[in-house]
């Protein structure tokens, strides 16, 4: 028994000192001879790289594609490895033309370890296997980012690396989506200083594809006609929003000039921002449509309230504040008209009757002073910095935009809220989110509908005439806010024009500026109002409204259109047997009158019908098939 326990024992000796000398050497290795070991095992990875080769797309609202990804092959080499020296590389440049062996020799001037000879470069299929058959030459399958419609919206979307990592705009913000999981590789140096190639199990996955609010060819159209009228007027810049205000959704937004984010080294970091999210401005007489609402909602004013305008001149505080045009000289307006000739004096005396206590409760309610919380990078809160009270000057200025700065976003939600009936709703660029947003309630819809009879005021008799577009009534207000100097002062004018169209069918929001034109034009009527009115034909022709009859139209355009209606439709049908005329009607219209007669028709184009064959008032029968052409409407 006692030599049993001896042996029991001398085991249990045995074995403790192995497993102490174990832990001693496993000290050695973790601690002692950690840096060592690590540099030791880093001597032997040649390289290491992270693949992310399914990197979610990008797409508009009906599925267009704005981000994607093509194939391309990156090259890199391990000099030491390859026999016959930089001789051995014209093998190489004869297979690749791009790589001529004058640029491969140069790459490689005094290297040893691995060397990338080429990135993101496209290769055919038989260029690819000639490649890997180079020995000491490595190829890797890698995917590249392509913005198929190149300058659009790449302010929004924003760019990727050479690693396809985000590093910009979307691209940036939701990079972890977008990346899924990488495939790693590596390559490790055998015994003999071979390269291995190593690759993880993981092959990438779970990256998510963005769709947006966003309409491709409303996209295109805003930045088209923001391009031509920045560079009709010699301009710095400018900026254009569209917003649908039921949903939030940001149907296009932009600023000129831009970039291609496929050709990132011609462009500059200050054309790849969305200034309309990140730069404040000041706002100008748009804003003063924010002192009328919370005047109206806290029971203040009313439409036909008067005010006494100075014949042009008020003093406060020592200063003078004068009218935007010094030319004219009001007495008494009304609010209405104080809205449609854009008295600055009549808001600021509005604005002193509402006191800034109210007035600043209301302006919180815009989100003046505060981010709306756009999904995108970089959103300014803009500059609204004020305690409890202001002097009456700066209230002054408040009420016509000065002494404050906003952005475009803000302005443009703002009058969302304005165009939906009194709902403050979070403008967002996703469409998921479009589907889920409802708003809350910031004034009453009795307030929103005395100002947007106003705003309409200001289109059809006031300083807006310019965003009229005929058999439409559109609401909006102009501006031409002073341009900060950047040694202080102002230096020039930012002309803008913020307005929608009313009682449509699809509603929308566009706010435009442009940002130091140059000449004697610089009135938002003049420069900003004419690119809202092209945009806004588009959006009115793509909606499909041309059938729209407003209830604010104008007595002359109900008497043209009165004349289309006994002088058109009152001839369309005579007989059965006859063609009817279908010039100037849209395809619902054209549709009515087939289901009453025997005959085939085909459709060509979108918009109202331009021409047709066979022409009208010929002779038909049951196999006769009509053509019918549509074009878009056209305005003078």
Same mark, same amino acid.
């Given at each position: 028994m006692n030599n049993e326990?001896?042996?029991?024992?001398?085991?249990?000796?045995?074995? %403790?000192?192995?497993?102490?000398?174990?832990?001693?050497?496993?000290?050695?290795?973790?601690?002692?001879? &950690?840096?060592?070991? #690590?540099?030791?095992?880093?001597?032997?990875?040649?390289?290491?790289?992270?693949?992310?080769?399914?990197?979610?797309?990008?797409?508009?609202?009906?599925?267009?594609?704005?981000?994607?990804?093509?194939?391309?092959?990156?090259?890199?080499?391990i000099p030491k490895n390859v026999k016959g020296g930089i001789g051995y590389y014209k093998k190489l440049a004869d297979i690749v033309p791009k790589l001529s062996f004058s640029k491969i020799k140069k790459k490689l001037f005094n290297r040893k370890r691995y060397t990338w000879l080429a990135r993101k470069i496209t290769l055919t299929k038989e260029q690819v296997e000639r490649i890997k058959k180079l020995q000491g030459i490595y190829i890797e399958s890698v995917p590249k980012r392509l913005y198929p419609n190149h300058e659009l919206l790449s302010q929004v979307l924003g760019f990727t690396g050479i690693d396809n990592n985000g590093l910009a705009g979307l691209e940036y913000l939701f990079d972890k989506e977008l990346s899924g999981k990488p495939k790693i590789t590596k390559y490790i140096q055998d015994a003999k200083g071979r390269a291995l190639k190593f690759e993880s199990q993981e092959i990438g996955g779970d990256a998510q594809n963005l769709r947006l609010t966003i309409d491709k060819d409303l996209q295109s159209v805003a930045e088209k006609f923001l391009k031509l009228a920045v560079k009709k007027y010699k301009a710095v810049g400018g900026g254009i929003g569209i917003m649908n205000p039921e949903t939030g959704g940001i149907l296009a937004v932009a600023n000129y000039p831009t970039y291609d984010a496929n050709k990132l080294h011609l462009s500059t970091p200050k054309n790849r921002k969305l200034a309309f999210v990140s730069d404040p401005l000041e706002p100008g007489s748009v804003f003063k449509a924010l002192t009328v609402v919370s005047a109206l909602e806290n029971k203040i004013i009313r439409p036909d309230t008067n005010y006494y305008c100075e014949k042009g001149k008020l003093k406060i505080d020592n200063h003078i504040i004068g009218e935007a045009e010094q030319n004219k000289h009001y007495e008494w307006l009304s609010v209405?008209? #104080?809205? @449609?000739?854009?008295?600055?004096?009549? /808001?600021?005396? #509005? %604005?002193?009757?509402?006191?800034?206590? /109210?007035?600043?409760?209301?302006? &919180?309610?815009?989100?003046?002073?505060?981010?709306?919380?756009?999904e995108l990078p970089g959103e300014s809160r803009g500059i609204y910095n004020f305690g409890k009270n202001v002097s009456p000057l700066s209230l002054s200025n408040i009420s016509f935009g000065q002494g404050l700065a906003t952005t475009g976003i803000q302005m443009l939600a703002a009058y969302s809220s304005i165009a939906n009936g009194g709902k403050y709703v979070r403008p967002t660029i996703f469409?998921?989110?479009?589907?889920?947003?409802?708003?809350? &309630?910031?004034?009453?819809?009795?307030? %929103?509908?005395?100002?947007? @009879?106003?705003?309409?005021?200001?289109?059809?008799?006031?300083t807006g005439s310019n965003a009229r577009i005929p058999s439409f009534v559109m609401a909006g207000k102009t501006s031409t806010a002073q341009r900060p100097a950047s040694n202080g002062g102002y230096d020039g004018y930012i002309p803008g024009f913020i307005g929608f169209p009313v009682n449509v069918k699809n509603k929308f929001v566009i706010y435009v500026y442009v940002d130091g034109p140059k000449g004697a034009s610089y009135y938002g009527n003049t420069v900003a109002a004419p690119v809202f009115r092209e945009v806004a034909k588009y959006v009115l022709y793509k909606n499909k409204e041309?059938?729209?009859?407003?209830?604010?139209?104008?007595?002359?355009?109900?008497?043209?259109?009165?004349?289309?209606?006994?002088?058109?439709?009152?001839? &369309?049908?005579?007989?059965?047997?006859?063609?009817?005329?279908?010039?100037?009607?849209? @395809? #619902?219209?054209?549709?009515n009158i087939f289901s009453k007669l025997n005959f085939k028709v085909r459709h060509k184009g979108i918009g109202i019908v331009r021409r047709q064959h066979p022409k009208p008032g010929q002779r038909i029968n049951d196999k006769t098939v009509v053509t019918l052409y549509y074009e878009p409407p056209e305005y003078e």
């Open positions: 326990r001896k042996k029991i024992f001398f085991i249990f000796v045995v074995f %403790a000192a192995l497993f102490f000398l174990l832990l001693c050497r496993a000290f050695q290795l973790q601690v002692i001879n &950690r840096k060592e070991l #690590i540099a030791y095992s880093e001597s032997q990875t040649l390289r290491t790289s992270k693949v992310y080769p399914f990197r979610g797309n990008i797409y508009d609202r009906n599925g267009s594609p704005l981000a994607i990804n093509i194939q391309t092959y990156s090259i890199f080499t209405n008209e #104080i809205m @449609k000739y854009s008295s600055n004096i009549g /808001v600021t005396k #509005i %604005a002193f009757d509402l006191t800034f206590p /109210v007035f600043d409760e209301t302006l &919180r309610k815009f989100h003046i002073g505060r981010k709306t919380g756009i469409l998921d989110q479009e589907q889920s947003n409802k708003g809350k &309630r910031i004034f009453s819809k009795d307030t %929103a509908s005395e100002l947007v @009879k106003m705003l309409v005021s200001v289109v059809e008799e006031g041309f059938s729209n009859m407003v209830k604010y139209a104008k007595e002359k355009d109900l008497n043209y259109l009165d004349f289309v209606k006994t002088s058109k439709s009152s001839t &369309r049908t005579n007989g059965p047997d006859v063609l009817p005329n279908f010039i100037g009607l849209d @395809k #619902i219209s054209a549709w």
